[in-house]
Nanobody, 116 residues
Framework: QVQVMEFGGGLVQPGGSLTLSCNVSGNTFRNFAVGWYRQAPGKQRELVASVTSGGSKFYYTESVKGRFTISRDNTKNAVYLQMNSLKFEDTAVYYC?????????WGQGIQVTVSS
């Protein structure tokens, strides 16, 4: 079974930077898109960024455009989310999704807290 694991969460001050990593097991990584989602308490889960299987096309939700960068390395079965100029409202549990939101494989989630 494919397993997804996130790394790199933590506490950061407003305006700071943080990079999340997502590792996906198995031999099908390069065949599917990967998305980073986030969910804050009491709020709906939202798609933050996604990258196509070949790493050539990207999507970002409007609130993170210009601040976040998603990338993938298909030789390492890894996807990254570089987050700059972090804001209080970026605080959430971040999830890596492999394949699709409904039918794909999810990581366990990792906490990102932006606070003074």
């Amino acid at each position: 079974q494919v397993q997804v694991m996130e790394f790199g969460g933590g506490l950061v001050q407003p305006g700071g930077s943080l990079t999340l990593s997502c590792n996906v097991s198995g031999n099908t990584f390069r065949n599917f898109a990967v998305g980073w989602y986030r969910q804050a308490p009491g709020k709906q889960r939202e798609l933050v960024a996604s990258v196509t299987s070949g790493g050539s096309k990207f999507y970002y939700t409007e609130s993170v455009k210009g601040r976040f960068t998603i990338s993938r390395d298909n030789t390492k079965n890894a996807v990254y989310l570089q987050m700059n100029s972090l804001k209080f409202e970026d605080t959430a549990v971040y999830y890596c999704n492999f394949g699709a939101e409904v039918f794909g494989v999810w990581g366990q989630g990792i906490q990102v807290t932006v606070s003074s």
